[in-house]
T-cell receptor
Framework: SQTIHQWPATLVQPVGSPLSLECTVEGTSNPNLYWYRQAAGRGLQLLFY??????ISSEVPQNLSASRPQDRQFILSSKKLLLSDSGFYLCAWSPGSGRHQETQYFGPGTRLLVL | DQQVKQNSPSLSVQEGRISILNCDYTNSMFDYFLWYKKYPAEGPTFLIS?????DKNEDGRFTVFLNKSAKHLSLHIVPSQPGDSAVYFC????????????FGTGTRLKVLA
């Protein structure tokens, strides 16, 4: 069966510090991968998505970036965090093809607090 | 422009009764619609989906209805249980071009014991 991992679960970082959040998926190959952010009391905002290694689409211009160095690894980064980067970050994957291609599965999330 | 809308931010229902959560969309190109349940500080959990070529899909206590002419879908939970209390998101997906999911802003369901 497929599993999605995200870490860390919680992170407190000072303004201006760098960020690296990691997400890995097990039990599938060539998944579509996604990063979302949920600000307090808000909906899910799509940040980045990737349909293959090295293929990253950015949805919102900001100081965040994403990379996909391996098929099942998706990394969210920032060189300098802003206060407004605080939120709940979610990684997700979908098969993209085959049976139940439409179903998207989420990781447990990372709560980021920028002070 | 918000392509997927959940106009009710909250809903309270008595235990054992039916919960009906609504979602409207504007893009007729969406191929699939999905419902997720989310507890605080956790990732959303997939509940049920429906293809745009169908008008109903049922899984246990959960049924999703799709009205394409009205661009409207709803999630019915029968009977509602206190453990169903959570935020529910609807999402839409177009499989042509990008594989991007569009989420609504969520509806907080509270099931009263």
């Amino acid at each position: 069966s497929q599993t999605i991992h995200q870490w860390p679960a919680t992170l407190v970082q000072p303004v201006g510090s760098p960020l690296s959040l990691e997400c890995t998926v097990e039990g599938t190959s060539n998944p579509n991968l996604y990063w979302y952010r949920q600000a307090a009391g808000r909906g899910l905002q799509l940040l980045f998505y990737s349909v293959g290694i090295g293929q990253i689409s950015s949805e919102v211009p900001q100081n965040l970036s994403a990379s996909r160095p391996q098929d099942r690894q998706f990394i969210l980064s920032s060189k300098k965090l802003l206060l407004s980067d605080s939120g709940f970050y979610l990684c997700a994957w979908s098969p993209g093809s085959g049976r139940h291609q439409e179903t998207q599965y989420f990781g447990p999330g990372t709560r980021l607090l920028v002070l | 422009d918000q392509q997927v809308k959940q106009n009710s931010p909250s809903l309270s229902v008595q235990e054992g009764r039916i919960s009906i959560l609504n979602c409207d969309y504007t893009n007729s190109m969406f191929d699939y619609f999905l419902w997720y349940k989310k507890y605080p500080a956790e990732g959303p959990t997939f509940l049920i989906s429906i293809s745009s070529i169908k008008d109903k899909n049922e899984d246990g206590r959960f049924t999703v209805f799709l009205n394409k002419s009205a661009k409207h879908l709803s999630l019915h939970i029968v009977p509602s249980q206190p453990g169903d209390s959570a935020v529910y998101f609807c999402a839409a997906l177009s499989t042509s071009g990008t594989y991007k999911y569009i989420f609504g802003t969520g509806t907080r369901l509270k099931v009263l014991a």
